[in-house]
């Protein structure tokens, strides 16, 4: 079975500070994405991958960068953590180019005070 | 602008019967149609997909109808048991980028 792993399931940061999150995918995957959830709202794409060293700006990269220095791991960086980066967020990987299965991980609520 | 539309906030259901869970979209630039599921605590799970070339995908108690005309999908659980109560996600996969347009989910609450 594909194994997407996040770091943390909780996290509970200070309004300014540069924030990590990590994600390791288990399965040989190209292709890795970070999005957020927020209530009432879908799915939001922040960044994704296609490839080693390769990023590409999704729907909602303002506030965020990201790293992908070897296949299995794609790590979200929030420079400056802010308020409105509270949020559930979700990292998946998907072999196929086309994205019709994405295999995600369990989430990390980060929560910005 | 919302591309896709899921106005079911909730759906409750009992035990065995048909649960159907609707989407609307917007445009009709779009490859494949999707239906996500999500438990709470976890990341969402991919459940069935149709082509824009067909109107109908069944598998198992699952069947997602396409509408291109009305450009409506639709899913189709029968019977509903209790472990399919979950978010469910009507997901949008445009040709054009492959980058995943997702509705704000429907929560389905199977009653015994």
């Known amino acids: 079975d594909v194994k997407v792993t996040q770091s943390s399931r909780y996290l509970v940061k200070r309004t300014g500070e540069k924030v990590f999150l990590e994600c390791v995918q288990d399965?040989?995957?190209?292709?890795m994405f970070w999005y957020r959830q927020d209530p009432g709202l879908g799915l939001r794409l922040i960044y994704f991958?296609?490839?080693?060293?390769?990023?590409e700006k999704g729907d909602i990269p303002e506030g965020y960068s990201v790293s992908r220095e070897k296949k299995e791991r794609f790590s979200l960086i929030l420079e400056s953590a802010s308020t409105n980066q509270t949020s559930m967020y979700l990292c998946?990987?998907?072999?196929?180019?086309?994205?019709?299965?994405?295999?995600f991980g369990s989430g990390t609520q980060l929560s910005v005070l | 602008d919302q591309q896709v539309k899921q106005n079911s906030p909730s759906l409750s259901v009992q035990e065995g019967r048909i649960s159907i869970l609707n989407c609307d979209y917007t445009?009709?630039?779009?490859?494949?149609f999707l239906w996500y599921k999500k438990y709470p605590a976890e990341g969402p799970t991919f459940l069935i997909s149709?082509?824009?070339i067909k109107d109908k995908n069944e598998d198992g108690r699952f069947t997602v109808f396409l509408n291109k005309s009305a450009k409506h999908l639709s899913l189709h659980i029968v019977p509903s048991q209790p472990g399919d109560s979950a978010v469910y996600f009507c997901?949008?996969?445009?040709?054009?980028?492959?980058?995943?347009?997702w509705g704000a989910g429907t929560k389905l609450i199977i009653k015994p």
């Open positions: 998946a990987s998907s072999k196929d180019v086309t994205n019709e299965k994405l295999f």
């Open positions: 399965m040989d995957h190209e292709n």
């Open positions: 991958s296609y490839d080693v060293k390769m990023k």
């Open positions: 445009n009709s630039m779009f490859d494949y």
């Open positions: 149709i082509s824009s």
């Open positions: 997901v949008l996969n445009p040709a054009s980028n492959y980058q995943l347009i």
